[in-house]
């Protein structure tokens, strides 16, 4: 059974950092690609950044340059770093892999950035 567990999230001040984690399993993680999306209260799902299977990473032109994304395929984990975080970065996030034509979602993480 394929499952992805988030975890990681919290309130933090702007300015600050938190690192995301997804626990992957059912599935050989270290083949696939992986991504982050989140979603605001009242706007869409959108995609935040991915990583591929072979280790290349992409982001959203929001969070290039503060947030990285890893993987560690003995763990089979995939890691969001975030720094300099905004206001507007306030969302669930949520691990996804695309996996038989079907996608996966972790359960997702509330990251709160406010003062």
């Known amino acids: 059974q394929v499952q992805l567990v988030d975890s990681g999230g919290g309130l933090v001040q702007p300015g600050g950092s938190l690192r995301l984690s997804c626990a992957a399993s059912?599935?050989?993680?270290?083949?696939?690609?992986m991504r982050w999306y989140r979603q605001a209260p009242g706007k869409e799902r959108e995609l935040v950044a991915a990583i591929s299977a072979g280790g290349s990473t992409r982001y959203a032109d929001s969070v290039a340059g503060r947030f990285t994304v890893s993987r560690d395929n003995t763990k089979n984990m995939v890691s969001l770093q975030m720094n300099s975080l905004k206001p507007e970065d306030t969302a669930v996030y949520y691990c996804?892999?695309?996996?038989?034509?079907?996608?996966?979602w972790g359960q997702g993480t509330q990251v709160t950035v406010s003062s």
């Open positions: 059912g599935f050989s993680f270290s083949s696939y690609d």
């Open positions: 996804n892999t695309n996996l038989q034509f079907k996608q996966w």
